[in-house]
């Protein structure tokens, strides 16, 4: 039992949808601290409103409540449940706490005897209200930048004439910096004030004196209620301060700090964390250190709760903060608790790391038409990728390569940026391409010390850059007959990608992994082991990189492997990579069902992934971890190293799906729907074939590949024309043209930025409503686990539909006909495993409009509505462990289950917020109603006119 005896039930509030600046690592945490109160027996309530996560799984938590995050959930849950003991709040972000605190202020936690456990109340008052913070820190001593609290716009403007340009704005109680700006020029304070005072809740900003060019660092604490602090990881910005965390490319263990100074910075974090408040649990701290000798330190912020950071910092080092600090807040002390990873030692214990990681963060502003794309205090990452290496290179490298933006690493695959104006524009105004920008002005000849004087980088990792420019123009040099065994390794040892050699010798990437083998020049795998190895890690959870042979003393040389290969049957399930729009958390959910699925048909489970922030990448989701590129070369390694039965590729969204093909040509076997039956569903040519033979109508089309081919279409066609490029995710480059001028500068500019790429032009079916049916299929038998009714017209992104399951107003002939065109479609192309198929139906006719035969992004919201655990069905049948016929289906629904799409537009100002064909929601949320006289039915319903008027 836990030390706290009175402790025996538990709630726990999550962050509700996704958005810009709250994603999914706080349903890892939230995920992971469920699990840890379950090991101790303690009953848990969950309430979380977001249905794409394994978070709210009927699996993860006694009762799972998908409710309105709003203190009128809450009471209905602890009235429901009065034997709620405790709530905690610290692992749901920012969306937690400020529910906590409301729930505080309207007097309910102590109407029903609950108490606040991981945190308390004036811990999270004196840390999110900056004056209050800033107080505290200056009677205890620590440093701060000059800086004071604005409530009303007269104030602002007196204390910017006080401090002088240029200043920092930070509004009070909010998440992801949403508020907050640099401002370098007067003429631009008075809109930036106003927008920091309007958005912050309690209308309070706090105005900083800018700390240009100072270093920034984060330290993950972890404290227990015997006053115990551990420090589990310092994470170090590349970027200067002036750039949010969440879009900061980060490193650990902080590589630029000296020892002096880092032993001043702990003191400091553990003074900090101490003096906010008598609390068990975790808590992040971030400091600006000064670039020169001094190395002065200034504290910025203080957060009493597992951070974004904690999941980056969890996965860097193997140390399950969520985990642990879900134990401290029942009362457990650090000394009492094991070690998860060598499972002999304590977890009072701090990590020893002998390996690197680099966090990139991931956006997506080509949905954001016209926001400024420039990176600054507020956040605008969607996602982030972390790469493990042996050397700061080599994970950098890792970190690029697992982006999926089309590059293959630093430069060396024919992309560099060539225009001296843009590059000195994108290193002044920070540019979400800048990992690359930096590595293409050293390749330009511009001088280490004019890069250091713009971006204020420090001159260390300027210095490994310009080591790996010399690297590839030493490469360049040489063939693939010449190039020495000694300087592949060297290369490969860097990060560098086979693709990429190949590059720089001009050959083929299959030449270069021929002579890599030839040379014995071949990958290794570590253990992410948190003790570097001066203790027996016992955990699968494992990195790559290349070593120098070792020699015995009876001269044997070999590599040292730290994988070792069982003789167990084992299956690969591909991870989905990092979230963007279009491919989210869902994807994750679907791959955890996956592994846990296998693993119950007895195989050993194997994951790759490189997305920091999910559950998949958790060391103890599957039998083991590999925490690698979702990227070709990693992946055919690994699978040549674990001699898998197959891979799973349905899973992982269009990540996964695409390396389909490689996989196959390969003689790798897929578990599932084929290749050929995957890349049938995505040519619209051989697709409508197999349609016009099944008697299924589809919208007229044809495809183009140039603006001519499009034009002369478009005649034929008749407008409105739906145009989108093959192989693409969340509708990317689609748009409904009404004109040939529109067509001709939408068809140019996919073809510009795609090139090669087939388009496909549909007559678009308006004022048609959309509909969607997810099924399971053996092969021979088809069952629909949902058929979904979109609110929002034909024409809308079915990801930023509000969906209706069931139907709400299709007749029985149309549901019928979208039964057996479900059905039919599913055999027709072979499908084993899940298939989603999108409809327009117009005067009773249902339309196809594509099929895909994977996991969507609706199958985890259908299995919450329903109550049932479908990816685990159909992976049982992908591994052919069970046909449709063997499972008891029992689809559990009173009324109506609504899925609503999220938006995070407020992160960008003057940005276009219609919606079309081509998605833009960061997440979405499930709403329960008993019947469509709903007042919320109502309202959503009423909006559809606004999409249907010309």
């Known amino acids: 039992m836990p030390k706290n005896p009175k ?28 699990r840890s109160l379950r090991e101790d027996g303690i009953e848990t309530i969950l309430i979380n409103s977001n249905p794409a996560t394994i978070m709210t799984d009927p699996s993860m938590a006694d009762h799972v409540y998908l409710l309105p995050l709003n203190t009128k959930s809450i009471i209905k849950i602890l009235k429901e449940h009065p034997q709620i003991d405790a709530v905690l709040p610290t692992m749901g972000g920012q969306t937690a706490l400020n529910l906590c605190i409301e729930a505080d202020e309207k007097g309910i936690w102590k109407d029903f005897d609950v108490e606040i456990i991981g945190v308390n109340i004036d811990a999270i008052n004196i840390t999110e209200d900056r004056e209050q913070f800033r107080e505290l820190m200056l009677k205890i001593g620590i440093p701060m930048a000059p800086q004071a609290t604005a409530n009303s716009y007269l104030k602002g403007k007196e204390i910017a004439q006080e401090f002088g340009f240029p200043l920092i704005i930070r509004a009070s109680f909010t998440l992801g910096g949403a508020g907050a700006s640099f401002v370098y020029k007067e003429e631009d304070f008075d ?15 706090m105005i900083d004196k800018a700390l240009i060019g100072w270093k920034e660092y984060e330290l993950e604490l972890l404290r227990d209620s015997n006053d115990n602090v551990v420090i589990i990881c310092s994470i170090e910005n590349m970027d200067p301060i002036g750039i949010h965390t969440g879009d900061s490319i980060t490193v650990a263990p902080a590589m630029t700090l000296s020892d002096k100074t880092y032993q001043k910075m702990r003191d400091m974090a553990i003074h900090m964390m101490r003096n906010i408040g008598d609390f ?107 790469g493990i290496g042996r050397s700061f290179q080599e994970a950098l490298h890792k970190a690029t390569q697992s982006l999926e933006i089309k590059r293959n690493g630093l430069g060396a695959d024919g992309k560099e940026n060539k225009n001296y104006d843009q590059i000195i524009e994108k290193l002044t105004y920070a540019s979400w391409d800048r990992v690359f920008i930096i590595y293409d002005a050293i390749r330009m000849g511009i001088p280490l010390s004019r890069i250091y004087e713009i971006t204020k980088i420090d001159m260390w990792f300027l210095k490994q850059y310009e080591e790996l420019h010399f690297l590839n123009n030493e490469i360049s040099t040489f063939t693939i007959e010449t190039i020495q065994k000694d300087l592949l390794l060297e290369a490969k040892q860097k990060g560098y990608g086979d693709r990429q050699i190949a590059h720089m010798l ?18 290794v795998y570590k253990l992410v082991d948190t003790c570097a190895a001066e203790f027996k890690a016992k955990t699968p959870y494992y990195y790559s990189t290349f070593e120098s042979d070792m020699e015995t003393a009876d001269g044997n040389r070999y590599a040292d492997n730290e994988s070792v290969v069982t003789n167990k049957k084992k299956v690969i399930v591909l991870g989905s990579g990092p979230n963007r729009i279009g491919q989210g958390i869902e994807f994750d959910y679907c791959c955890v069902h996956g592994v846990l699925a296998a693993a119950e048909c007895g195989y050993e489970t194997i994951m790759i992934n490189c997305n920091p922030e999910t559950v998949s990448t958790d060391f103890d989701t599957a039998d083991k971890l590999y925490f690698e590129p979702v990227f070709w070369e990693h992946i055919y390694d690994i699978i040549k190293h674990e001699k898998p039965e197959g891979v799973i590729v349905q899973l992982g969204g269009q990540t996964a799906l695409k390396l389909a093909e490689k996989l196959t040509k390969y003689g790798v076997k897929i578990l599932g729907t084929s290749f050929e039956s995957l890349d049938l569903a995505e040519d619209r040519g ?98 629909i686990i949902g058929i979904m009714e979109h609110i929002e017209p034909c024409g809308i992104h079915s990801g930023d539909s509000n969906s209706l399951l069931p139907p709400f107003n299709l007749g029985d002939l149309v549901m019928q006909q979208i039964k057996d065109h479900t059905k039919k479609i599913a055999l027709a192309l072979n499908t084993v495993g899940l298939i989603n198929i999108q409809f327009a139906i117009k005067n009773d006719t249902v339309y196809i409009i594509e099929a895909n035969p994977r996991a969507s992004r609706t199958v985890p919201f259908i299995a919450k509505a329903y109550g049932e655990p479908y990816v685990n069905y159909a992976t049982k049948l992908m591994l052919g462990e069970k046909k449709v016929k063997d499972f008891n289906f029992n689809p559990k629904l009173d009324g109506y289950a609504i899925k609503q799409p999220v938006f995070s537009f407020n992160k960008f100002h003057n940005v276009n917020k219609k919606l079309g064909p081509e998605m833009k929601s ?5 709403l329960f109603i008993d019947s469509l006289k709903d007042d919320e039915f109502y309202d959503l319903y009423s909006r559809r006119k606004m999409y249907l008027s010309k």
């Open 7 to 34: 402790l025996k039930s538990i709630l726990i509030i999550g962050s509700g949808p996704i958005v810009i600046g709250q994603a999914c690592e706080f349903d890892y945490s939230g995920t992971q601290a469920l």
């Open 922 to 926: 960061t997440g979405e949320s499930i």
């Open 280 to 386: 068990a649990g975790g808590c992040n701290v971030q400091f600006a250190v000064s670039p020169d000798e001094n190395e002065d330190i200034i504290a910025i912020e203080i957060n009493p709760r597992v951070s974004r950071s904690s999941a980056l910092a969890s996965k860097a080092t193997g140390y399950p903060i969520a985990k642990i600090a879900a134990k401290l807040a029942l009362g457990y002390h650090l000394d009492e608790l094991k070690n998860q990873i060598t499972k002999s030692t304590s977890a009072l214990f701090e990590p020893t790391l002998d390996y690197v990681i680099v966090k990139i963060p991931r956006w997506n502003f080509d949905k954001f038409e016209g926001s400024d794309r420039r990176l600054g205090l507020q956040m605008k990452s969607v996602g982030e990728v972390m």
């Open 686 to 783: 051989l697709f409508s074939n197999l349609l016009k033979e099944n008697n299924i109508p589809y919208p007229e089309f044809d495809i183009a590949t140039t603006a001519d081919e499009a034009s002369a279409i478009a005649d034929v066609l008749d407008f409105p024309i739906l145009v989108r490029p093959s192989y693409v995710l969340g509708g990317q480059g689609m748009k409904i043209v009404i004109n040939k001028e529109e067509l001709e500068k939408h068809v140019v500019d996919l073809l510009s930025r795609m090139p090669g790429n087939q388009l496909l032009l549909d007559h678009y079916l308006d004022g048609a409503i959309e509909a969607e049916a997810d099924a399971i299929c053996d092969g021979e038998d088809v069952y």
């Open 506 to 523: 001009g050959c083929l990437e299959s030449q270069v992994y021929s002579k890599r083998e030839e040379l014995g020049v071949n990958r």
């Open 191 to 205: 809109e930036l004030l106003t927008r920091g005072l309007e958005i912050s809740p309690i209308h309070e900003v």
